[in-house]
């Protein structure tokens, strides 16, 4: 299957400090990039879908000015958490669609997470 | 709107004991139900994709079955190795390709 990279695996920081996380199709070109977000033994929640030299669409109840999303080229999307505060600390994850050929593909593959700790 | 139900929350199984663990859903208009594991601070990891309702895939111990209104994973004599969360999610038709996932399911596969 595709392969989608996150970086960083796990971050921590200050409280009011900005943190990037980066996601990139490795293999592939991604016209759209997901961001999800996990709470312990919960599932994922999708947080935005990123458009590729567009803007982001942001899902109900998500801050678009604490969250920035940034998805200059087919294979990078980035994530800032802006002011982070410890509420903020989660498990952070991304995922790619690989258009494929012929076939529309529809399935997704994922990062590996980011561990976003605040402190 | 969209919804996806999976059950149980936790399986707890003897190694060689095969299960099946429940995806329950409602989607207008389904594009496509995924399959996927997690294992501990991990990304999620692909598994199948079905389409339509009668559709089946395998792969080793895991079988995916899909009707109207379910889908089943089925595990053939799970091994220690299989132990961890598996995620089912779906896609509409409409909405571009936003991915709707459940809960998950916990296994716990016993030597």
């Known amino acids: 299957g595709a392969v989608v990279s996150q970086h960083p695996s796990w971050v921590i920081c200050k409280s009011g400090t900005s943190v990037k996380i980066e996601c990139r199709s490795l293999d592939f070109q991604a016209t759209t990039m997901f961001w999800y977000r996990q709470f312990p033994k919960q599932s994922l929640m999708l947080m935005a879908t990123?458009?590729?030299?567009?803007?982001?669409?942001?899902e109900q109840g998500v801050e678009k000015d604490k969250f920035l999303i940034n998805h200059a080229s087919l294979t990078l999307s980035t994530l800032t958490v802006t002011s982070a505060h410890p509420e903020d600390s989660s498990f952070y994850i991304c995922?790619?669609?690989?258009?494929?050929?012929?076939?529309?593909?529809?399935?997704?593959?994922f990062g590996q997470g980011t561990r976003l700790t605040v402190v | 709107e969209d919804q996806v139900t999976q059950s149980p929350e936790a399986l707890r199984l003897q190694e060689g004991e095969s299960s099946s663990l429940n995806c329950s859903y409602t989607v207008s208009g389904l594009r496509g139900l995924f399959w996927y594991r997690q294992d501990p601070g991990k990304g999620p990891e692909f598994l199948f994709t079905l389409y339509s309702a009668g559709e089946e895939k395998e792969k080793e111990r895991l079988k995916a079955t899909l009707t109207k209104k379910e889908s089943f994973l089925h595990i053939t004599a799970p091994k220690p190795e299989d132990s961890a969360t598996y995620l089912c999610?779906?896609?509409?038709?409409?909405?571009?390709?936003?991915?709707?996932f459940g809960a998950g399911t916990r296994l716990f596969v016993k030597a």
């Open positions: 990123s458009n590729e030299g567009s803007k982001a669409t942001y």
């Open positions: 995922s790619a669609r690989d258009p494929g050929t012929g076939r529309v593909n529809t399935e997704a593959f």
């Open positions: 999610a779906v896609q509409a038709r409409t909405g571009g390709f936003k991915t709707i």
